[in-house]
């Protein structure tokens, strides 16, 4: 028994894996609750998150046109005060608080954006300084909604504007966008751009490929926007799950559902293909089984046609542990999803929708995460497109006897290259007669930021090798230095 669940770690124990959550404000789940609540709140989700073994965080911070952090351009935003314009009191800057709270925790802050949505449907008073108040014309009214017109170049101008201003000022490993480009369908409503279409159509005949060029415009101007400010930051989209159904299109999936391409003009596999982002996490957020979404399908149709990037899964928590598994019912359909992810060589990690439902551990999905999918350290995925340059190795890597303890202390190689100036450390350990394998993800005691690690010192008659590498800002990693120690 113990041998087979010994096996079965080091089957799931992934050396790369992006192993992600999302916290959102649009739920109203922080408004009102004040500086210091929001504060507890959001430490208590992290240290659970952390157990769980979650590496990303993805924190909601401009819902509509508005801001949860200190923005010139934007006001506060009313999912975190109340009042749209009002500053928190007692002040703090959330995002600064995140990024400073999931770094001690070794997680990356990928600052989560939505473009357009510029008054979601229970907004009702705007600030004097929001974009729809200043500027009105920039908008169309939806379903309760306004947008930021995507066919006004004007308009990807101030969010490619907006991104680079917290790209620029926060420490942010990432920037992520989800599904709301242009609105979803509603029954009996058109987009009011029929005027705009006529007048700045640059000859596409069609409206909805000219929807589609609006959009794939705006893509392309976002991702090299991020990266003339900082390369390093990595640019997410999320897309709703479905990218064409086979009654439209022979490439789309065997499904039927809304269209990402034909419903919300996004042409999610051109971004992929053409390299427009760098990683791409398709809402899968459906059952093993769904007659009209069949996650297995899905799943199986990403892998094969979104390969060109990192592909991760957004993963619904409660709807997986709420159905039950097809070959089991007496258990839910995690193991099933898990195993779908380990099948395709193309997923690259997994992010939770949403993170209080793994904190809260619905169906033990938590739990499941921290003793056995992620109960090891897992390095984010490569990504050679953006570099594939590293630090270099460690130098006088030595134990020392100090007044903590046994403690391994190492010598960073510093470089004025980003890309090859080391940002954190690996620590592995290897027991007497064990090959040193660094591919071997099980074998990871600690991802760290601090050149020096403490050393479990016993009675110093059992020998290991500890190996140390360093990464940069994207988890390149170096070459290894190793070292003999007696613990």
């Known amino acids: 028994m113990a041998l087979a669940l010994m096996l079965a770690m080091t089957t799931w124990a992934q050396k790369r894996e992006m192993r992600g959550a999302w916290i959102q404000c649009v739920n109203g789940q922080f408004q009102n609750l004040g500086t210091k609540k929001m504060q507890q709140t959001l430490t208590y989700q992290l240290d659970e998150l952390k157990k769980d073994g979650v590496n990303v965080i993805i924190f909601q911070v401009r819902p509509e046109c508005d801001a949860l952090y200190e923005s010139k351009i934007e006001p506060w935003s009313r999912f975190l005060t109340g009042t749209q314009g ?224 990192p592909l991760v899964i957004g993963e619904d928590v409660e709807r997986t542990v709420k159905y039950p598994d097809l070959q089991n019912p007496n258990k839910h359909q995690m193991d099933a999803k898990m195993n779908l992810h380990r099948a395709n060589p193309a997923v690259k990690g997994t992010v939770l929708w949403y993170a209080k439902a793994a904190v809260d551990n619905v169906g033990n999905y938590g739990t499941l995460l921290r003793t056995k999918y992620w109960q090891n350290p897992a390095l984010q995925p490569e990504m050679p497109f953006l570099s594939d340059k590293a630090p270099k190795k460690v130098k006088k890597l030595a134990p020392v006897w100090t007044e903590d303890g046994y403690i391994l202390f190492w010598t960073p190689t510093h470089s004025k290259h980003w890309d090859q100036h080391p940002n954190k450390f690996v620590v592995y350990r290897f027991a007497k007669g064990e090959k040193v394998n660094v591919n071997d993800a099980s074998k990871i005691v600690a991802i760290t930021d601090n050149p020096f690690y403490k050393l479990p010192y016993d009675e110093g008659k059992e020998k290991f090798t500890y190996v140390v590498t360093a990464l940069n800002r994207i988890q390149n990693e170096s070459k290894p230095a190793s070292k003999k120690i007696k613990l």
């Not at 982002?277 to 979104?306: F, M, R, S």
């Open 86 to 309: 009002k500053a928190p009191n007692p002040y703090w800057d959330p995002l600064q608080w995140m990024i400073d709270e999931c770094h001690k925790r070794g997680m990356e802050l990928h600052a989560w954006i939505n473009p357009f949505r510029a008054k979601t449907k229970t907004t009702h008073q705007l600030a004097n300084n929001h974009i729809a108040v200043r500027k009105p014309y920039s908008c169309f009214a939806y379903d309760d909604l306004f947008i930021l017109n995507p066919g006004m170049q004007e308009n990807r101008d101030y969010i490619c504007m907006v991104a680079k201003d917290i790209v620029a000022r926060y420490d942010v490993d990432g920037i992520h966008m989800d599904d709301y480009f242009y609105p979803y369908p509603v029954k009996g409503l058109s987009i009011p751009d029929d005027e705009l279409f006529h007048d700045h159509s640059n000859g596409i005949k069609d409206q909805n490929d000219w929807r589609r060029y609006n959009v794939n415009l705006f893509i392309e101007q976002f991702y090299q926007a991020i990266h003339e400010v900082k390369p390093w930051v990595k640019v997410g989209i999320s897309p709703f799950g479905i990218y064409r159904n086979k009654k439209s299109s022979p490439v789309g999936s065997n499904t039927n559902g809304t269209q990402n391409y034909d419903d919300l003009y996004a042409d999610i596999l051109l971004w992929v293909n053409n390299g427009w982002l760098d990683y791409c996490v398709p809402q899968l957020y459906w059952e093993i089984g769904n007659k009209a979404a069949d996650y297995a399908t899905l799943i199986k149709w990403w892998n094969q046609h979104a390969a060109n990037r």
